[in-house]
């Protein structure tokens, strides 16, 4: 079945086009992309409404999807529904489920859920250590036969710094980034808020950014004695982000995510509109001023290589606890386009093309997966987006099982409109006018 986009405006940094161009697509690949492409006999034409713009499908390789194990706060399946709903077309999840992603029937299981639902691509995540306890390696090759495109302990930093070394020296062996949850236990200790004024105000027990980077600069310096390539989960803190550039700049393989609240809040969160807002606990916390700042700074200029929304959900009774007694985390998928369209693209802090490398190129090329590109052959993994879209954030709207979002009523400008994965329409959003012509 052939389809042909016409009318749109296409942004592909990897191919160097921003323009109007149609997309030629032929089942589950990409044809071609072309200004005035002909329809011919047995193409159906879908026109693109004015103002809508085509990229590359969205790839978030930071997510929680806790099954098996905690299928009350999230299954593949609702995840799966919850990232095509916030645009993405595949989703990387981290292995911290119940048991442990650490071996192949675990990753075996998790990419039959994710076939059986249907929706966006499911790339798992193995684990560091087995059970990611930090004690043995976990059987990397074995972990890499079945599917998984990367190796992380996140939700516990691998504190052994031999661990990591040699963690490093065997995925290397098979083209596979660590993703490194940094913090140092000892300095974190049983912290629950950034360490700074707002902690003190609130009594709440800190965690110095210094906690996250003294293990970023401890893993960058092992990604240039071992070659191996370590991209840094969650970055919070001013000081993780000069360690990255340093390590870039001796020419070492390190990379880096942001996540949205990372960039759009800060520690003041805490105080207001809500005190003790139990939404606002995340780990890493949210930093001050200062932080926010440096990293938008590290989205603009190239430093950060990632937006990645660490989606982390959690049962509204889980949070409804006092602040101390919360799970840390998030859900992120459904409001990251918004958040990133309104507070960096709109602001004109990036450009959409940067959003593009942001979302989509990266984690294309960190993790070692198709995507990222409209080039011909490609796999037609595609994102429409409607950067205009007016919307209100509604915590009870979202597709996810959990509704853990610090962002509730929230009104932004820019939405997904249209989710393609593998040629095949499979999110609609009916906000947007026009959009039903993709069905
Ligand atoms: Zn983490």
Redesign the pocket.
């Known amino acids: 079945m052939k389809r042909l986009l016409k009318g749109g405006r296409v942004v592909d940094p990897a191919n160097g086009v921003d323009g109007d161009f149609d997309v030629l697509i032929d089942g589950d690949r990409i044809v071609r992309v072309e200004k005035n492409l002909p329809a011919g006999e047995g193409i159906t034409v879908v026109s693109v409404p004015r103002g809508l713009v085509i990229v590359p499908g969205l790839i978030d390789m930071h997510v929680h999807l806790r099954e098996p194990g905690q299928e009350h706060k999230e299954t593949i399946a609702t995840g799966a529904a919850s990232a095509v709903a916030g645009g993405f077309t595949a989703v990387a999840c981290m292995p911290n489920t119940t048991p442990v992603n650490d071996n192949a029937g675990i990753t075996g299981f998790m990419l039959e859920r994710a076939s059986a639902a249907g929706l966006a691509r499911v790339y798992p995540i193995g684990a560091v250590t087995r059970g990611s306890k930090g004690e043995q390696l976990a059987d990397i090759g074995e972990l890499h036969e079945a599917g998984c495109v990367a190796v992380s302990d ?2 516990h930093p691998v504190a052994s710094a031999l661990m990591m070394r040699r963690a490093l020296e065997y995925t290397r062996m098979f083209d596979m980034p660590v993703i490194d ?1 940094c913090e140092d236990p000892t300095l974190k200790a049983d912290g629950v808020a950034h360490e700074g004024l707002q902690a003190s105000t609130l009594g709440l027990r800190g965690i110095p950014g210094a906690a996250e980077e003294i293990m970023v600069a401890r893993d960058v310096t092992l990604a240039g004695l071992t070659g191996g390539a370590v991209h840094i ?2 970055m919070s803190a001013r000081g993780s982000l000069r360690a990255v550039r340093e390590g870039k700049a001796q020419g070492f393989v390190v990379t880096c995510e942001v996540a949205p609240h990372h960039f759009t809040l800060t520690d003041e969160a805490l105080a207001a509109p809500l005190k003790y807002d139990t939404n606002c606990k995340m ?1 890493p916390p949210l930093r001050e001023r200062a932080d926010v700042e440096a990293l938008v700074e590290g989205l603009a200029d190239g430093s950060v290589d990632v937006i990645a929304t ?1 989606h982390a959900p959690h049962h509204a009774d889980e949070k409804r606890v006092e602040f101390d007694r919360a799970p840390f985390g998030i859900v992120g998928l459904e409001t990251c386009v918004p958040l990133t369209l309104d507070r960096l693209v709109h602001r004109g802090l990036i450009s959409l093309a940067r959003m593009v490398e942001l979302l989509s190129v990266n984690p294309a090329r960190i993790l070692r997966r198709p995507g990222g590109s409209l080039a011909a052959g490609q796999i037609a993994d595609i994102t429409v987006l409607a950067p205009d879209q007016a919307v209100t954030i509604r915590a009870a709207a979202l597709k996810s099982k959990s509704k853990n979002t610090p962002f509730d009523g929230w009104r932004l400008k820019g939405a997904p409109a249209i989710t393609i994965v593998g040629g095949r329409t499979v999110f609609t959003n009916a906000a947007v006018a026009g959009a039903e012509a993709f069905a």
Do not use: P
């Open positions: 996140d939700g949850h989960a969650h780990n660490d």
